[in-house]
């Protein structure tokens, strides 16, 4: 059902062009959802060693933390001392039957375990398995 000007395959070409596009948004949007974004003034590493005081050291500030709730990872940014920004990635590996907590690696491969509390008390605690005495701690307070 084509004419002598193609004005049939035009419209048939822009109806698969918008069906694409409408797609591709939708995908964003869909992808966009299962991000939940927190924010945090600080972030620090903490030392704790049983009958020591508890010592720390800031490494940045302007947090910001987000989770995947499809692929429950994470991507923490901050800016540090020199104004740089840094990220942080996490990447989900299980439920660590011995302590019942979620085990991620980063992107050095290193695993630690992260607690989230940032609903409850503004805090989110990553626990390296390798110095479980260090931690990374984020505050809002």
Sequence with gaps: ?????????????????????????LVGTLSHAQITSYKAKHCFYVRDVQGEPITEKPLGSNVTIKFDTFFKSYDITYIDEKGQLIKLTFSYQFE???????????VKDHACFIVNKMSEDKTLFVIYKEIPDWRLEIRDK
């Design 1 to 25: 059902m084509e004419n002598k000007s193609g004005k049939v395959k035009v419209k048939t070409s822009r109806i698969k062009m918008i069906k694409l596009l409408v797609l591709i948004l």
């Design 96 to 106: 660590d039957p011995q302590y019942k907590l979620p085990l991620y690696k980063d």
